[in-house]
């Protein structure tokens, strides 16, 4: 099989990669970064694309029954009024210029896989998401994510099949959050965020890997979350990695009024909570390696 990626070279995208390989898919890749052309191989071919105006290299559907959209500018950098645009825009202008060009030429994609996140469900303590909870977060995060979707299910015009993932925090050690929450916590510095009590529901990075890759093998459509099934507090988190350091949690919590000061809006990601649950994609057939935090930090850490 041969499968497009948009997003590729990003930290997920290269964990798709590795797996697509070892299944003998063979990978075209979108970059919007000529540089990251080189690296291509006969089954890893990459092609330039440039969203913003439109440009993209048609050759690069060639022979694709499926496409794996990740592309989208990183959510963690300052929240100011021109990032958020290039936040929503780097999703949406991505995703609807694959289906324009679609519309226009013969193609053989037959599925898109989409990244979607749990930001998409409201801030809460008590409730607990379910693929298709209808709560929908009004902030800034939920409202990029609602029009992702959107944009995304329009494949469907086309008669393509949509499978849209929604990721929680993603633990790896190659990058995203968990490299920084282990900085502190390593130099004895770590402290909860708030009373610690906001439900963080992660997932290992080699999971979210092969969740992607089971959806698209077992031909699974529609919304799933995609997370472990044991989602944890952000104080249990913290004390996991503080155990595997040998680190104690001696500081006070970060008080949210002083984490809006330093990160402004961004603040939210460290202090939204949300419960969700990913027994829609384990009623499917699909395994976790880690369901436990105390294993998956245990994976990542070199002590
Ligand atoms: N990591 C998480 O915890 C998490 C959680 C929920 C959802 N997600 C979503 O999953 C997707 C992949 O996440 P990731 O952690 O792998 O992200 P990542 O490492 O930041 O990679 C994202 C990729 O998107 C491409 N990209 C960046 N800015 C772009 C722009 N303006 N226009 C077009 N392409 C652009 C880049 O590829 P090129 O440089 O090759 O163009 C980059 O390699 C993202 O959309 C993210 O929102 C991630």
């Not at 499978?163 to 900085?183: C, N, Q, T, Y």
């Amino acid at each position: 099989m041969k499968v497009l990626i948009t997003g590729a070279t990003g930290m997920i995208g290269q964990e798709i990669v590795t797996l697509c390989h070892q299944s003998g898919f063979s990978v075209h890749y979108l970059t919007t970064d000529r540089n990251k052309l080189n690296y291509s191989t006969v089954n890893y071919q990459g092609y330039f694309w440039n969203p913003k105006n439109g440009e993209i290299d048609i050759e690069c559907f060639k022979g694709v029954e499926v496409i794996i959209n990740l592309a989208g500018a990183t959510v963690a950098k300052r929240w100011t009024t021109s990032y958020k645009k290039e936040i929503l825009n780097s999703r949406i202008e991505t995703t609807t210029l694959i289906l324009e060009t679609l519309k226009k030429i013969k193609h053989s994609v037959k599925h898109i896989v989409s990244a979607s996140a749990i930001g998409i469900y409201p801030d809460s303590f008590q409730n607990y998401y379910m693929d298709d909870s209808p709560e929908r977060d009004t902030g800034f995060l939920g409202s990029v994510v609602c029009q992702w979707e959107e944009a995304v299910l329009q494949f469907k015009i086309l008669d393509i099949n949509v499978s849209l993932l929604r990721i929680g925090l993603v633990l790896s050690d190659k990058g995203g959050a968990f490299p920084e929450m282990l900085k502190p916590i390593r130099l004895g510095l770590g402290a909860f965020f708030g009373d610690g009590k906001q439900w963080q529901s992660w997932i290992h990075i080699k999971d979210l890997a092969r969740m992607f890759m089971f959806v698209i093998q077992e031909n699974l459509i529609g919304v799933f979350n995609a997370v472990a099934p044991n989602p944890v507090s952000n104080s249990k988190l913290t004390l996991a990695i503080a155990e595997k350091v040998d680190k104690k949690i001696i500081f006070p919590s970060i008080p949210k009024v002083i984490m809006k000061l330093i990160l402004g809006e961004m603040h939210t990601l460290l202090f939204s909570s949300q419960r969700v649950c990913s027994s829609k994609i384990s009623d499917s057939g699909f395994e976790f390696d880690y369901d436990n935090i105390v294993s998956a930090v245990d994976t990542l850490i070199d002590k």
